[in-house]
């Protein structure tokens, strides 16, 4: 075991995807006993394939785990390893702690602290970013928020699965305020890159000078430098997905909604990611938004091994 990994702590982590996966590397690689669950028999194999050990049904993690990380696509299904048939609920000991790391609406992590509270669990609020890479190498950030005995109890453990951990507050509901933010963000910038090279291409610029210009220029954003390699290689395999942000920037107008709080660009990248996805695209990567332009302005985009 490292020096700096939480003894006799057992952590769980319920979600086996990109970055699922890669935080329960993470924390083996930091010496923390893990367990992985997933429905996916493939996902599975692929973390005990790293040395972890892998639960067949909630009710037999959570007997064994001090705190569990859920890191499932959204609220419904995160409602559903809380609180559905043996679900983290009626399963976990007293004491433990639920750090719930989906994209949800910031109003919902209180309410099922709430309920948690009933049972002597807690709740991290903990969403997280980063993209699958910086998971696999433990480098993801983690916007966390909940009670101080929550930290007490697993803070080292969701230490063990990032590079940065901000505790941005005492309640639940903070931690999924900043990701709101941050998809907003991301969302508009994504939507943004692909519309920019649209128009470079459709003016007659070549794809692959305007990206290293823009790249060594001020209009270069993170997501412009991480998203335009999937266009130029032609490659949309879904690393960050379209219907996400259909999800994602969702929650941001809702919330933005309930503020009476105004959205113009949000709201105009929304409606590109639907348009994208009713376009039969909405499982491809986030950077095929570009092929709502390309359809519009009969752009050709650069071909490549994976052609959806």
């Not at 809380?82 to 009626?90: E, I, N, P, R, Y």
């Not at 928020?145 to 109890?153: N, V």
């Not at 610029?205 to 993170?222: F, H, K, Q, T």
């Not at 999800?247 to 709080?261: E, M, P, T």
Request: aromatic letters at 4%; charged letters at 20%; hydrophobic letters at 45%.
């Amino acid at each position: 075991m490292t020096p700096d990994a939480p003894s006799n702590k057992v952590l769980g982590v319920v979600g086996l995807g990109s970055m699922g996966l890669g935080a329960a590397v993470s924390a083996l690689r930091k010496g923390v006993a893990t367990i992985g669950l997933d429905t996916r028999a493939e996902a599975r194999e692929r973390f005990r394939a790293e040395g972890g050990r892998t639960a067949e049904s909630l009710a037999e993690l959570g007997a064994q785990c001090d705190a569990v990380v859920v890191l499932v696509v959204n609220a419904t299904q995160t409602e559903e390893v809380l609180f559905g048939a043996d679900g983290l609920a009626s399963t976990l000991r007293p004491g433990s702690v639920a750090i719930c790391s989906a994209t949800v609406d910031p109003s919902l992590p209180p309410l099922w602290q709430q309920r948690l509270a009933q049972r002597d669990l807690w709740l991290i609020d903990a969403p997280v970013s980063g993209g699958a890479a910086k998971a696999a190498s433990g480098q993801m950030t983690v916007m966390a928020s909940g009670a101080p005995q929550a930290f007490d109890a697993a803070g080292a453990l969701l230490d063990a699965i990032a590079g940065k951990v901000y505790r941005l507050g005492d309640r639940p509901g903070i931690g999924s305020t900043v990701k709101m933010v941050n998809q907003h963000l991301a969302g508009v910038h994504i939507a943004t890159a692909c519309e920019a090279m649209a128009l470079g291409m459709r003016a007659g610029a070549d794809p692959r000078a305007l990206y290293e210009v823009i790249c060594n220029s001020a209009g270069m954003s993170w997501m412009f430098q991480n998203r335009v390699p999937h266009i130029l290689e032609g490659d949309y395999t879904p690393l960050s997905a379209v219907n996400i942000f259909v999800k994602d920037l969702g929650i941001v107008l809702d919330a933005a909604r309930k503020l009476s709080f105004p959205l113009p660009l949000a709201a105009a990248a929304h409606q590109l990611y639907l348009a994208t996805a009713a376009a039969g695209h909405g499982a491809e990567d986030d950077s095929a938004v570009i092929k709502f332009y390309a359809e519009l302005a009969r752009i050709e985009l650069p071909k490549g091994v994976n052609k959806p």
